[in-house]
């Protein structure tokens, strides 16, 4: 069984349109997180969220959105999609709370391709 | 703030050589946490260890071993023997404790293993 799991784990789309990344965790774990890893392979923290508290990168524009239907969710809306959106975007988890250190159970990834 | 910088963009050995990544790191904290996250080409990111910044005993796995020193803010990966399921981009990071888990990664090496 996928611990981490995403889909798409491809999208291509225009600019200017609107998308969603899902991402669904089945180890109980607490919280959950949004990277963004660009073509030259950096890797940034774009969220991290449990269902107290939501932790935005400052970085992040405000089009794009975390959306937890539940614990076990967390999606990631994309409004108005720019050409510099594209990136590998991997959803993670941990056990506990963000502020523990611990290790993280990443996903795939999703390739985001925008034209 | 904080920063990993991994110096190697890319490194090419044959086949049973021993390999080793560096990794030197940026931190105002005393108490931190360091990880190696290993990504092969099907994109996902596995877990590889994690270290706090009180515990500077080195650590061996199997081939992989691990070489923390606090005096040069260094924790360097070595791989013996490698083999060609060893190629993949091998990614440092750093979490400061008042960060939670929130990393902040090195730019990754990318390991070409050859048969």
């Known amino acids: 069984d996928t611990a981490v799991s995403q889909t798409p784990k491809y999208l291509v789309t225009q600019m200017g349109n609107d998308k969603s990344i899902k991402c669904e965790q089945n180890?109980?774990?607490?919280?959950m997180y949004w990277y963004k890893q660009d073509s030259k392979k950096f890797l940034k923290i774009m969220f991290s969220y449990n269902n107290k508290e939501l932790i935005i990168n400052e970085t992040v524009p405000n089009r794009f959105s975390p959306k937890s239907p539940d614990k076990a969710h967390l999606n990631l809306h994309i409004n108005s999609l720019e050409l510099g959106d594209s990136a590998v975007y991997f959803c993670?988890?941990?056990?506990?709370?963000?502020?523990?250190?611990?290790?993280?159970?990443f996903g795939s990834g999703t390739q985001l391709s925008v034209l | 703030a904080q920063k990993v910088t991994q110096a190697q963009t890319e490194i090419s050995v044959v086949e049973k050589e021993d390999v080793t990544l560096d990794c030197v790191y940026e931190t105002r904290d005393t108490t931190y946490y360091l990880f190696w996250y290993k990504q092969p080409p099907s994109g996902e990111l596995v877990f590889l260890i994690r270290r706090n910044s009180f515990d500077e005993q080195n650590e061996i796995s199997g081939r992989y071993s691990w070489n923390f020193q606090k005096s040069t803010s260094s924790f360097n990966f070595t791989i013996t023997a490698s083999q060609v399921v060893d190629s993949a981009v091998y990614f440092c990071?750093?979490?400061?404790?008042?960060?939670?888990?929130?990393?902040?990664f090195g730019g990754g090496t990318r390991l070409m293993v050859k048969p």
């Open positions: 990071a750093l979490s400061e404790d008042n960060a939670g888990n929130m990393l902040t």
């Open positions: 993670a988890s941990s056990p506990r709370s963000a502020a523990t250190n611990e290790k993280l159970f």
């Open positions: 180890l109980g774990h607490d919280t």
